[in-house]
């Protein structure tokens, strides 16, 4: 039998605030600290290197702690087996799939959030009002109507998944929300053959099945082959399905192909489809006058998703959807219990718009960290910098062209190069196995990060150049090291 607590009194009621707050002060300075050092001289390490034995097993083979240790202990552990070991993604040689750098701004607007725990679902205060802001700036910049719907979500994964979401409800053609898919006949959605994998997650999440989602062969460019396209939808409503939604992706993971997206809304006008564009990393161009034009058309969706944690530089997690049909966006989520109902004055006066606009209720403050970082740096001089990325994956090409052996793999439409090593009088298995060998070299030598990916069927090497910290010193490293390790493998 346990003891009763002894009942509460002014000196031993509990909480987990420090104890002695300038103790607390001090070790809370002195990660701040660490972390921006950390920042600061991450180009004096290597982007990457295999966790030592220790570090795993630690990590590994911890008791769950039920007594407290402390906040030094604890914070010692994190700095020797955690800090130091991620996948290198903040360092100026990371070319690594499309992934986000982060911001010393967006650290502390991160730290600044998790310190108000601002609760998202509305409500009537400061947060919300800045999220709302946050969103008509994103429409202003990616050429929707300021007055457009949309919510911040964890990813582009998320945001894309809402947008079609919606696009289902809005063009279902019976009540989805009552009866399910129960109550019309089989909804279909078009996208290329390289649609990001959230798109088949979506619709089989959905209950549709992956089938329904239609994958139109890419022309050699890789963007969506619009005549094929329409002979899908013409072929599936002359069989009794009822097609909803045409995918168009702005920047495809693989190769940074850009369909020609005022084709697709051509498409979807004459056809009544609803027109959803994936532009996870590739919207982001939109911020650019100079790169906009790659991304026409794009003002044309019904829905557009992109994240601010890879081409926006933020840290993680931050990604918008945007919607121009507010009724159809709230009509596909809003839901009020009764303990929610908007009074119309206090703290719960203008309800809770944004858990009317996705699948979370409670929701952190997001938007802190884009509403600082577009304020403090500007929306010009983020701009400049993805146009700096543009123009570094395009010397890489070049430079790389004139390497002997290396081979483009797809053209470089905005800031991804693929490309391999082809030497005459070896095999295609040869050469890809000769590709793969090189990249992990390269990888596991500290050269850079750079990822492998397959077009055409065969082993690429993908640079990705989505990074605010690169210079073009980073990237002739990464040509030194490249002709380097073939050299190596070649005697
Ligand atoms: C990264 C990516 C996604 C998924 O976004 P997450 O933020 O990783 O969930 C979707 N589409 C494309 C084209 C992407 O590059």
């Given at each position: 039998m346990t003891e009763h607590a002894p009942a509460p009194t002014h000196s031993t009621d509990l909480t987990l605030d420090p104890n002695d707050w300038a103790e607390f002060r001090t070790l809370a300075h002195r990660m701040v600290d660490d972390s921006l050092e950390h920042l600061r001289t991450l180009g004096d390490r290597a982007p990457w290197q295999t966790m030592p034995g220790s570090t795993r097993e630690t990590l590994s083979a911890e008791q769950l702690p039920r007594e407290g240790q402390g906040d030094d202990a604890t914070y010692a552990q994190f700095a020797e087996h955690v800090l130091p070991y991620t996948n290198g993604n903040r360092h100026p040689r990371f070319w690594g799939w499309i992934q986000g750098n982060g911001t010393p701004l967006g650290m502390m607007?991160?730290?600044?959030?998790?310190?108000?725990?601002?609760h998202?679902?509305?409500l009537d205060q400061a947060p919300k009002l800045v999220e709302l802001k946050v969103i008509g700036w994103l429409a202003e910049l990616m050429g929707f109507p300021t007055d457009s719907s949309g919510v911040l979500m964890s990813g582009g994964t998320m945001a894309n998944l809402v947008?079609?979401?919606v696009a289902r409800h809005a063009r279902a053609g019976f009540d989805l929300r009552a009866d399910g898919l129960h109550g019309g006949p089989p909804l279909t959605v078009y996208a290329s053959s390289e649609v990001h994998s959230w798109a088949q997650k979506s619709v089989e999440l959905f209950g549709m099945g992956s089938a329904s989602l239609r994958k139109a062969p890419v022309d050699a460019s890789l963007r969506i082959d619009v005549g094929a396209l329409e002979s899908m939808i013409a072929a599936d409503r002359a069989s009794g399905s009822r097609p909803i939604c045409v995918i168009g992706t702005a920047g495809t993971v693989n190769s940074g192909a850009?369909?020609?997206l005022n084709a697709l809304a051509d498409v979807c006008a004459r056809e009544k489809l609803w027109f959803h564009v994936d532009g996870a990393f590739g919207a982001l161009a939109a911020l650019s006058p100079t790169l906009r034009p790659l991304v026409a058309g794009m003002e044309r969706a019904d829905s557009l998703a992109f994240d601010l944690h890879k081409w926006g530089y933020l840290p993680y997690e931050i990604a918008c959807v945007l919607v121009k049909d507010r009724a159809a966006h709230e009509g596909t989520f809003s839901v009020t219990p009764s303990y929610l109902t908007d009074e119309g004055r206090g703290v719960i006066a203008g309800g809770l718009p944004f858990a009317d606009r996705g699948i979370e209720l409670t929701r952190g403050f997001k938007a802190l960290k884009v509403w600082m970082s577009f304020k403090a740096h500007g929306v010009d001089a983020i701009a400049a910098v993805i146009e700096q990325n543009v123009a570094q994956a395009r010397e890489l090409a070049a430079r790389l062209a004139k390497v002997p052996d290396v081979v483009l793999a797809a053209p470089?439409?905005?800031?991804?190069?693929?490309f391999r090593f082809a030497p005459s009088g070896l095999t295609d298995e040869a050469q890809d196995a000769l590709n793969k060998e090189i990249l992990l070299r390269v990888q596991e030598t500290g050269t850079a990060i750079i990822s492998g990916s397959k077009i055409?069927?065969?082993?690429v090497m993908r640079a990705a150049?989505?990074?605010h910290r690169s210079t073009w010193a980073d990237f002739e490293q990464l040509l030194t090291g490249l002709e380097r390790i073939r050299g190596e493998l070649a005697s």
């Open positions: 607007a991160d730290m600044l959030a998790a310190g108000m725990n601002a998202l679902a509305g947008g079609l979401a850009i369909d020609d470089v439409s905005l800031n991804i190069v693929c055409d069927g065969r082993y150049c989505s990074n």
